[in-house]
């Protein structure tokens, strides 16, 4: 029984574990979209298309960390020694570092590929790496059983960023670069909260001759898993980048806009993740099938839950207040087809989210790599044939066709662990 278990009793300790998991990805969500919001209205279309083409490819590059480091770790760490846990993190600090300072030259790249100005790029790129630094630590705290400190640097990143929206406004900052440097500043005042020895290991103490160590942990469990992000990728944002590149930032504007009331339940179905995921590694072994599916149930639940709290909310602004959220500009009715294509789109990934966690605890990256393999494949051609079709907007349908066919395949990957 552990610390929750034997303060709340047995009854109430799941609800609280998840109460405790969304606190701090909550309240830096909050903020970010308080953020997203401002630039909404207060900046150009492309302007705004170009921001949320950015965070979608910097939520790809931490997907992409996620992957090569933070999926693995779990396991990594439930099979090791004292010594060999050592030998395995003294390897991905390595290797996280290297990892922020591609990503720094990437997104470097990307914004110029944008046309913004250096001090966007820079600033944004600076944030994108530094994110990367922050991912891999959110997921050290929860494998190594300090979810505390996760949830701490999340309300610092809030608050930080909240005091960075509220100069916005009055001092007439309201700019993709101030927005960037914002961000980042924020992600370096969340940082100290992983603990000085954390942060020493991290810069300070690093073994570059640990990296020649990878090569074990990408053939066992990060050369699937990375599979598994980019075609997943694929299966879920491939509007994004097809409707960028060949209709521009601001026709991704509007469809970006249209997602931003949904945002609640990506957030969840991440923080759940991270925080379910080392949980099930740990107790996977000793589980019986029962447990297992009991699990899986009850994390269903609680994503349903949001889910319709969030569809309520959505539904009742697009229909009855459209002008609270988007500005003139962005057609009333384009806003409300688009929110409820997302919440469609929403539901679906929800229903295979505990499915899929429960993969990634057991080790098993093979199968979740080959079932979005076979959805990016549908989902690509369908937001092509739509876009030609039914223009941007509707490019968002064949997303829905991908996860339809990612989740199917998910469910049955994972039958049998709950056998």
Not at 228 to 240: C, K, L, Q
Not at 358 to 369: C, E, M, T, V
Request: aromatic fraction near 12%; proline fraction near 4%; charge should be positive.
């Amino acid at each position: 029984m552990n610390t929750i278990e034997r303060i709340v009793g047995m009854r109430w300790a799941p609800y609280l574990r998840y109460g405790f998991a969304i606190l701090g990805p909550v309240g830096s969500a909050g903020a970010q979209f308080i953020l997203t919001l401002e630039l909404l209205h207060a900046v150009p279309n492309a302007t705004f298309g170009s921001f949320s083409f950015l965070m979608v490819t910097s939520a790809l590059a931490t997907g992409v960390a996620s992957a090569l480091f933070c999926a693995p770790l779990p396991k990594l760490l439930a099979d090791a020694d004292e010594v060999e846990r050592g030998a395995i993190l003294d390897c991905l600090f390595a290797v996280n570092l290297a990892d922020a300072c591609l990503a720094f030259f990437l997104f470097c790249a990307l914004g110029s590929w944008l046309n913004l100005t250096l001090a966007e790029t820079l600033l944004f790129a600076a944030f994108a790496a530094l994110m990367q630094i922050r991912w891999f630590a959110r997921a050290h705290a929860y494998a190594t059983g300090m979810q505390w400190r996760t949830v701490s640097s999340d309300v610092v990143y809030g608050l930080v960023l909240l005091c960075v929206c509220a100069l916005m406004v009055p001092f007439k900052a309201v700019s993709l670069a101030f927005a960037s440097f914002g961000m980042a500043l924020a992600v370096l005042f969340s940082l100290p909260m992983f603990g000085g020895a954390y942060l020493g290991r991290q810069f300070l103490q690093l073994r570059p001759a640990a990296l020649s160590r990878y090569g074990a942990i990408w053939r066992a469990h990060s050369s699937w898993s990375l599979i598994g992000v980019i075609t997943t990728e694929a299966t879920a944002n491939a509007h994004a980048y097809i409707v960028t590149a060949f209709s521009g930032p601001s026709e991704f504007a509007r469809i970006a806009a249209s997602a931003l009331l949904i945002r609640p339940i990506a957030i969840a179905m991440n923080a759940f993740t991270e925080y379910e995921r080392p949980r099930l590694a740990r107790a996977l072994g000793g589980m019986t099938p029962d447990g297992v599916t009991g699990a899986v149930r009850f994390f269903r639940f609680a994503l349903a839950a949001i889910w319709a709290v969030t569809a309520l909310v959505s539904l009742a602004l697009t229909v009855l207040a459209p002008r609270l959220m988007f500005p003139a500009r962005y057609s009333a009715s384009d806003m409300i087809t688009g929110c409820i294509l997302w919440l469609a789109i929403a539901g679906v990934r929800l229903m295979r989210t505990p499915e899929s966690t429960l993969l990634q605890a057991a080790g098993r990256f093979r199968p979740l790599a080959l079932a979005s393999v076979a959805s990016c494949g549908f989902s690509v051609a369908a937001v092509v044939v739509l876009l030609v079709l039914g223009g941007p907007l509707w490019s968002v349908a064949g997303i829905l066709l991908g996860e339809m066919i990612f989740a199917a395949l998910i469910w049955k990957s994972a039958a049998a662990l709950k056998a």
